[in-house]
């Protein structure tokens, strides 16, 4: 063990932040707590990790999720109890959508938990460690920071997050978090454990059996590429075997939707219908990634049998009915490639796709002239982070330019969370353009924090969808229930309340949103109201909807 | 069982609101969301029990616990996953401070259950029971509800939460919640189960012979007296025996404060000096429904002794070391009033407290002169909300008129709760007069309920102490530290983002502050934004930080 042996020492909250540095963390969300002040001042001390202070911890746990998802992690700080379960909604977001955030809490001193002290923000029991236990259902790892083993611990949980791409959760006592321990000797070892031979020769011959085979072989791409960071291996595969593939929706523009080889979005019935004939009638899908959730397959309708499809995950392969676990599906893919397999077969066409912009008129803006007005405006290299809702299924038909990130929380679905994302896309991609789509039902949750992307200086383009509620809702039930109303607010004049160098624009009609998009500027926050009928929405949004008003029993 | 002789059957959502309302409720919280929304066309359809949309499920279970405080229960309703996680924090909160919340979930079907379904607002994982399974931590019962057994599961849960109030969770699947069941034939018994005679009889002699041999005994009184409803027996049993009080402060006013047994605020290192010498030197402190967590006793510095104190609370009772459970506090106070004990012995002084209202000069307001000129505005009966920090530490000393409620969270402590509970105590106060106040950083994490209240057309007057940053933490540590410092809002622009009819004004001076005491309309929502020094802070609070900051092994 390395922290035996060396007679530096350091203290264990400064070996937390050595720690998130190697791991490449620059940021630290949270809000301060009496609990965490201590380590805060060590933050402060840090020069390689800047303090972000959220307006809330939900936010916080949102923005660390939205810089997981573009730097490959991210850290939070919240305080015992009150701070901490404020933010388990964003954290369990993470855990269900593979993101590694190291979620730290400031927590009483030993002696504190000890004699079981009635300390504010505990339930009043006596037992402290209540909240560590909740974490363990949202969490891939835990641990109580002690002294003597805090190293260890904190190098565990740090490589448990990365390698699963899962939250992992730290409790720093008060007073550990100036314990001195020894310095490491070396720094964090993150990769990941190759795959045993053994492990790898059977599925390697099994599928490429099964590719020589194949006749209509196609790639179906989804999200667990892009966390697992395999995104350039999968296009190396792709181009050198020349298969076309499709993405999901969750994994949508992961590789350039500009590319020869790409087919078009797949999700079920929601699919190109192009898209979806190919890929179910393929007699060989090469899943990479795939999250086979409700929204991401059409509610379910993605019929892709077992027999005729493989499934190719960061840590497991499954060929056929075989699950193999602990075969890494990188070291799958360089083995096959290895192999010189080359589809030979001609290409299906290519789905057709939104992709021009319609001139606009002095109508009122409708989802169907809205979405191809906004492509206009969408440049390479761009990220693009879409409420699940009509932003969502707005922005799906898309064909995005060149070195686009498209982000969307399509498994977890919380309403209100892309707003917090945002903050952490901005502070974490070099990229200029950062736009956001959002409801204004969703906006509502979490609004506040277009005050933190102000304070860090942030310059996003953000579209506020306004058709006066919760319209993913009155798509399931309740179209017209007041229930799925919000209180309409003035979407537009809401940032110059957190700050002044702000640009903002209400508009109602095609030329007036046209004129907000030749004239926002590029060198700050920028907020742009577009007002909607309440149920006019994308066509997608609204056959998903019907469908999951069957899946909850719900009669019209 | 009255479900299985009567024959006229209901749906289980229907059963679910008729028990609600059978508690006294009559407004639900929450946000909608697709498993919950065939459960809120009942709820529209129930006349009895208005839906109260929240911008966020934190705000919303902050309402419904503020709204508890008032009405003794309340219910929230949030959606599978995403929307529980959101409120956990303010459940946690109900269950430290003994409050009756009714926590409706609306969950996936059974059959998506069985089926162990990749459904949005999952983990992914599978297991769709996991959110509840976090829930039994934070509630005192839990229950997903079943077709068979949904009339005696809800029965058993809400009379759970009233006996304890403690808050409750229930499951409610979407599929589940228009099956139909028998009709109970008798409304809810909420009665608790009288305290067996076995259990009174040596607890009562015990306290009787106590009270006979005192001779400086005093009453010390806190909020499990009021969550209890046991304020009136309380106050009998005071004027029955003339034994003199003091109150803790989260008892703070549960009975008036000029009652001519009340001595004053007692908080160990934290009260008034003689009001500490008076009940410390007590040779028999009847402590009632007290909590001894830190922020309420002064850091741990309340001495009361095991020997010299007697613990009575609504389910069981402490004389000397033994615990007497099952014994109920209003049992045994009526008993022991029947026994007919009268205190003959003089009466110590009463505590000076803060009683005036200072004359408005042209300086920069400051707490120590912000507080007594705030007393003038309070009016007999008000309800009065301090958000803990320098809210609460500021308001402590003032001496409340005739009827005051106050209402603070100082077990929990979570910022940003006020905001959100106001609203609760909006709905369910029918006082005129509710005044909050909060500080800045508190106010940023929940602002957006302001657009709730508009909605409901509550019209509160709010004070935001904006002194630029976290003030309860600067006294901690970091008092000049940036981590302390907020984003500078304009708060007092902000109510009308949200509505219209509001009226706000921003006060820097005590003659400006004088001004809009003097000019706020009291038919809207009013926000004065009161500008004060950063490091300026009410005593107590610069007291109490120091020792937090000790706790905590924190150095200077």
């Not at 066409?349 to 992709?355: H, L, T």
């Not at 002095?362 to 932003?391: C, M, N, Y």
């Not at 945002?422 to 200029?432: D, N, Q, R, Y």
Request: charged share 20%; net charge neutral; with cysteine.
């Amino acid at each position: 063990m390395a922290q035996k042996t060396t007679k530096k020492m350091i203290t264990v909250g400064e070996y937390l932040l050595m720690r998130l540095q190697e791991m490449g963390i620059e940021h630290l969300f949270g809000v301060p707590g009496d609990y965490n002040l201590g380590f805060l001042d060590q933050v402060m001390a840090c020069k390689k990790i800047k303090w972000v202070g959220n307006c809330n911890e939900l936010n916080g746990s949102y923005a660390a999720d939205g810089y997981a998802r573009i730097h490959g992690s991210a850290a939070l700080l919240t305080t015992f109890g009150v701070g901490e379960l404020s933010a388990i909604n964003g954290i369990a977001g993470s855990y269900a959508e593979h993101l590694a955030v190291i979620n730290i809490v400031g927590v009483p001193s030993g002696e504190l938990c000890r004699t079981h002290a009635l300390m504010h923000h505990s339930l009043g029991t006596g037992r402290l460690e209540v909240f560590s236990d909740i974490y363990r259902d949202v969490t891939a790892a835990q641990a109580w920071l002690k002294a003597e083993t805090a190293g260890k611990e904190i190098d565990r949980l740090l490589t448990t997050a990365w390698h699963l791409r899962r939250p992992v959760y730290i409790a720093l006592p008060t007073d550990v978090s100036y314990a001195a321990i020894p310095l490491p000797e070396k720094p964090l070892d993150l990769t990941p454990p190759p795959s045993p031979a053994s492990k790898l020769e059977k599925p390697l011959r099994q599928i490429y059996e099964k590719l020589q085979k194949a006749k209509r072989p196609v790639i179906l791409l989804d999200a667990g590429i892009q966390r697992f960071g395999m995104a350039p291996l999968v296009q190396q595969f792709i181009e050198k075997t020349g298969i076309p593939f499709a993405s999901m929706s969750m994994g949508k523009a992961i590789l350039d939707e500009d590319h020869p080889l790409f087919l078009g979005l797949y999700g079920g019935k929601l699919s190109d219908p192009d898209v979806q004939a190919c890929v179910e009638n393929s007699d060989l899908v090469l899943e990479f990634g795939t999250i086979m959730c409700d929204f991401n397959t059409g509610d379910f309708t993605a019929h892709l049998t077992e027999k005729n499809s493989i499934e190719i995950h960061a840590d497991q392969v499954r060929v056929g009915k075989t699950l193999y676990q602990k075969t890494r599906g990188g070291d799958l893919l360089k083995a096959l490639l290895e192999k010189g397999y080359r589809y030979s077969g001609s290409l299906p066409s290519r789905a057709s796709a939104v992709s021009k912009v319609a001139a606009p008129t002095d109508k009122k803006i409708t989802h169907d002239r809205f979405w191809p007005q906004i492509l206009g405006i969408i440049q390479p290299g761009a990220v693009v982070i879409a409420e699940v809702g009509s932003s969502l299924f707005g922005l799906l038909p898309l064909r995005f330019p060149k070195g686009v990130t498209f982000i969307n929380q399509s498994l977890w679905a919380s309403i209100g969370y892309t707003l917090g994302a945002l903050l952490g896309v901005c502070l974490s991609a070099p990229e200029p353009q950062k736009i956001l789509f959002i409801g204004d039902g969703s906006f509502q949750l979490t609004a506040q924090e277009i005050s933190t992307l102000l304070r860090e200086k942030c310059r996003p383009l953000i579209f506020v969808i306004n058709n006066d509620g919760y319209t993913i809702e009155r798509c399931i039930r309740g179209a017209e229930a007041s229930y799925n109303d919000v209180q309409p607010w003035k979407y537009a004049e809401l940032p110059r309340i957190f700050g002044d160098d702000v640009w903002t624009s209400r508009v109602v009609t095609e030329t007036e949103l046209a004129q907000a998009l030749k004239e926002y500027p590029k060198d700050r926050l920028c907020l742009i109201e577009v007002k909607m009928e309440k149920l006019d929405m994308p066509p997608l949004l609204r056959t998903l909807g019907s469908d999951v008003a069957k899946l909850n029993h719900y009669q019209k």
